[in-house]
């Protein structure tokens, strides 16, 4: 590779400016995640799996799973049913709709969480007529379901509609004058294309599902072993001063969120080598 | 109806547009906007002096001053650390590169509480860095500083990865033009380079700056809660929510997504007339 002087600093700057950048991650993102798991195991092993053990952990760590296993499917179904319409055609109040969409990412997890106790709360639209009928959503597991559905809408249409705009409407179009079905076009031809952004999507979607905080925290009502998720839980210990307990219900969230970020990795490089291979073609 | 459908989209021979546009407006409106006008509907229900009145006093006032001013500074520290950090993971070759450009999503990866605690604990006067910055009189952790901490961590993504990819497709051609013709390297980074990535810094600033104004988990362990000193306005909602104060809550969140929705909506103007400006040229 020729470098070329023109675009390049003296070597003295380069290795400054790479240290100013390492320093800057190092101090924001590589501290707080070796704290995470030095203050968990900060007190031996033992004391670290006993605290994982809790009755109240384990339950926190079922509801979670329970709660993303119902908002990513939802979010998943409605992400393609978007994105086929918004990339496959054209319609008027396309870029309002898209904006529509993004709309949860701007809007405070905590006043995403607010507006469910409005509607839903005894003083809310829909809380008398709940009440009477005894249905229970709000401080109850289908309130943290929606609220959390509110807070992740976005993420499997955000990464699909943009991917499949780019790969037009040809080949589609082309199987169906060949006789192929609307089912058979989107298993073979549009489902094959988009499968890593959409698996990109449904990773950071669930990885948001599981360690929402804010939203979640309002609309729960904090009974333990009941209406308590991971995150929630976590707080909980800390303000107990249980830090290491703490810390090990956070390590299994920081494990988490690594695990998306090695698989968001290997996809794009992934999905960058498929990208080179059809371009030489 | 398939007349009144081809009156506003382009006919197609692509099936499924009725049912997938369909699907996701349901969706769209039963989980995000019917939701967020209980909102408004709620807070129009206040009466206009009713509103003025618990959405601007005092302790309202001093949290809105708190949220929006420590985001702002967060951002503008994002916005440059951003801008260097994006140049260096593009133009450096450097060991252990790709990971780090893998670590920047950590912060949309990693639930806000795990964040919240693992800083608290950096920067508690007894913590790794508190201990360190205690005798030289700054302190972090329960300040104004922390909150503005925190903020930074969670908006750190934002710029990176906005401004990465125009980074990444820049000619050369206009460097080494600039270069040849006699300008500095400096400027050649100002008067060239620069102006080439401003939608992306000021998309990448807005986006950072919108998140952590409405940020709760990773700030409240950190930041103290103090009312009227450190206390920040989604925690202000919750606050109120806790004494069944819904009006106040309500007037407090319409006040914090108006400003944002505002601000977002100016930004998005501003990228569209600078786009038709540059396609004009």
Known sequence: ????????????????????????????????????????????????FKALGQADSLAAIRLTLITAAIAVPINLVFGLCASWAIAKFEFKGKSLLMTLIDLPFSVSPVISGLVFVLLFGLQGWFGPFLAEHGIKLLFAVPGIVLATVFVTFPFVARELIPLMQEQGREEEEAALMLGASGWQCFWHITLPNAKWGLMYGVLLCNARAMGEFGAVSVVSG???????????????LYNEYNF?????????????????????????????AELNSTRRL | ??????????????????????????????????????????????????????????RAMAAYGLSFGAALVAALVNLFFGTLVAWVLVRYRFAGKRLLDALIDLPFALPTAVAGIALTTLFAPNGAFGAFLEPLGIKVAFTRLGVILAMIFIGLPFVVRSVQPVLEDLESEVEEAAASLGASRLQTLWLVVLPSLLPALISGFALAFVRAVGEYGSIIFIAGNMPGQTEIAPLLIIIKLEQYNYAGATAIASVMLIISFVLLFVINRLQHWRQSRMEGR
Do not use: Q
């Not at chain 1, 307990?245 to 490089?269: D, G, H, I, N, R």
């Open chain 2, 1 to 58: 109806m398939t007349v009144l459908a081809h009156r506003f989209r382009e006919p197609s021979v692509i099936p499924g547009f009725g049912i997938t546009l369909g699907v996701t407006l349901a969706a769209l409106g039963l989980v995000v906007l019917i939701p967020l006008s209980a909102l408004f509907l709620k807070a129009a229900g206040l009466g206009f002096s009713g509103f003025i009145a618990t959405a601007f006093d005092s």
């Open chain 1, 244 to 272: 290491v307990a703490a810390f090990a219900v956070a390590t299994l969230l920081a494990a988490l969120a690594l695990l998306t970020l090695v698989a968001k990795s290997l996809m794009e490089w992934r999905f960058a």
């Open chain 1, 222 to 236: 904090h009974i333990r072993g009941l209406t308590n998720t991971m995150p929630l839980h976590v707080e909980i």
């Open chain 1, 1 to 48: 590779m020729t470098r070329n002087s023109s675009r390049n600093e003296p070597l003295l700057v380069r290795g400054l400016l790479i240290c100013v950048a390492l320093s800057y991650l190092g101090l924001f993102l590589g501290a707080p995640l070796v704290t995470v798991f030095a203050e968990a195991w900060a007190k031996g092993p033992e004391t670290y």
